[in-house]
């Protein structure tokens, strides 16, 4: 990947739509420009309308230009944006115009690793702009908004900063006289790193919060075979996605389904019927439900009155998360005492209402106000667990300076992979290749 050639992509959604935003980046592009606009001066971020054509002077089509001279640019090189028509045939169009003045298409991600480079943006706001990209929901936007603009960066500077002065300071009291060291430096030093070791551990703890709004809340429906599961699914889901049948374990895999509560993205999943039998499709389907119960924040356990257990409900075999237990088919029964369990029928709808707004309360419960002021991923979960184990055994080295110095130093280091202040090419690559074409 060479960071001198000049690239291009496309920046808005592919497909038929009115217009489309062509991103172009590299150094000097400013004569390009004036060759787009026709005009020998340029006015910077001013929008020009203009007549793009080829070298034969053919028009390509009718767009707006705008040019970003570096450093301010997103990429801090200087950047063109074509506004296009957004037809595919247009769009091709101009791609082959661009590569005709030697640009190449980039590569995903690429902008931002420009950025990156040029100082525009850490790690940790590229991780924010790749969950912004990815946002489905109004919260799921807030916290990837407050990332990428720069949140998650400030924390982690300043724990960084922190360690830093923290290990200069035990390499310190091995060299310099106590006399020439502020009063009461170790134990300075060691309640420093106590509070940056737990406010990190309080972080890690709320990574479980964090996964869920980013990634989704993930909600399954689980029970023995025929008890409505798949008709539930549907209800919630609002068509058919799952298949309704009155044979048992007509459901054979996991079928999935995205729903919108409160601005919670819910993953909700419909499961294969637990139960024994002899049907190697079957089973498999059952081995994916325990795989999914395990996955599961929050578990929908459904009955019908027929197995509805008389006595108390124990529900630990299913596994530690929360359980809202529901009596499926209440449409066919008198009974109306199901002790905590909410009756419903999916076949009328009754109490189907009941059961989203307990659903809705479950998720505020657990999700409101819990939220950690990171945006926590799986790179930078593994890497805060790094500084959390470094800064404990920093603790444990005690009055032995020289190991405390060292320890809180990997802690530092592991902070800054988190920013890319220390960089691997596993880890850019694995960061910037989550992005899109044109970011």
Not at 113 to 141: C, S, W
Not at 322 to 335: A, F
Request: proline residues 3%.
């Amino acid at each position: 990947m060479n960071n001198n050639d000049t690239i291009f992509a496309l920046s808005s959604g592919h497909g038929k739509s009115g217009v489309a935003v062509i991103r172009i980046s590299g150094e000097n592009l400013g004569d390009i420009f004036k060759s787009f606009i026709t005009k020998p001066e340029i006015t910077p971020r001013h929008a020009y309308f203009c007549n793009l054509t080829d070298a034969t002077n053919d028009l390509i089509d009718q767009c707006l230009a705008i040019y970003f001279p570096g450093p301010h640019s997103f990429t801090g090189q200087d950047v063109i944006e074509l506004h296009t028509h957004g037809a595919p045939a247009v769009i091709n169009a101009v791609f082959e115009y661009l590569m005709t003045h030697g640009m190449r298409m980039a590569e995903p991600g690429e902008f931002s690793r420009r950025a990156f480079y040029n100082n525009k943006m850490d790690l940790a706001d590229v991780d924010g702009l790749a969950a912004l990209l990815d946002a489905q929901t109004d919260i799921q936007r807030k916290h990837a908004l407050r990332s990428m603009m720069g949140f998650d960066s400030e924390i982690y500077n300043t724990w960084r900063n922190s360690m830093v002065e923290i290990s200069a300071y035990a390499a310190a009291i091995l060299d310099y006289s106590p006399d020439d060291l502020p009063q009461n430096i170790g134990e300075t030093i060691r309640t420093r790193t106590y509070n940056l070791y737990n406010e990190i551990a309080n972080a890690l703890n709320k990574y479980k919060t964090a996964r869920a709004i980013r990634g989704g809340i993930n909600v399954a429906l689980v029970g023995e075979t025929n008890v409505g599961k798949s008709s539930i699914f549907n209800y919630m889901v609002g068509s058919n996605r799952a298949i309704v049948s009155d044979i048992a374990g007509t459901t054979r895999d996991v079928v999935s389904a995205t729903i919108d509560i409160d601005g919670y993205m819910v993953n909700l999943a419909d499961t294969a019927g637990i139960r024994e039998t002899d049907d190697e499709i079957e089973n498999i389907g059952i081995e994916r439900t325990k795989s999914e119960i395990k996955t599961a924040d929050i578990i929908l356990h459904i009955y019908t009155p027929d197995n509805f257990p008389r006595i108390a409900i124990d529900d630990s075999r299913i596994g530690p998360n929360p359980v809202i237990r529901i009596v499926n088919k209440c449409d066919t029964t008198d009974q109306t005492n199901f002790f905590d369990a909410l009756p419903i029928s999916a076949k009328t709808g009754i109490g189907m209402q009941n059961l989203m707004n307990e659903l809705r309360a479950k998720i505020h419960e657990m999700f409101d106000g819990c939220e950690s002021n990171l945006t926590i991923n799986t790179r930078t979960k593994s890497l805060l667990e790094s500084a959390a184990t470094e800064l404990s055994n920093a603790l444990k080295a005690g009055d032995n300076y020289d190991i405390f110095a060292e320890h809180t130093r990997r802690a530092a280091d592991a902070i800054g992979k988190i920013l890319g202040t220390i960089t691997a090419t596993e880890v850019l690559d694995m960061t910037f290749g989550q992005l899109c074409l044109g970011k």
